[in-house]
């Protein structure tokens, strides 16, 4: 289970946190197959713009925070062009 939430964790800026935070509840309350099969459904939803949007600029505040030198507009773009 501690393996699976590690997965979860590195998928945290494509997802929306509700998202994660249902697919974590289904891990931690032992239903580990069902939260397997809705991480994956997630990872294959295509999202609506606003979504898309939301989290491109969720990954680049992390990447901003993790690499103080990297350029805001610049990232955004890469996430953007990336999903």
């Known amino acids: 289970m501690d393996n699976f939430i590690k997965e979860l964790k590195k998928h945290r800026h494509f997802l929306p946190k509700q998202t994660i935070k249902t697919i974590r509840g289904q891990a931690l309350s032992g239903d580990l197959e069902g939260a397997k099969r ?4 997630a990872l294959n939803k295509t999202q609506s713009k606003k979504d898309k949007m939301i989290n491109a600029h969720r990954g680049t505040r992390y990447m901003k925070k993790q690499y103080s030198n990297i350029d805001y507009h610049t990232q955004l773009g890469i996430y953007l062009r990336g999903q």
């Open 38 to 41: 809705g991480l994956k459904t």
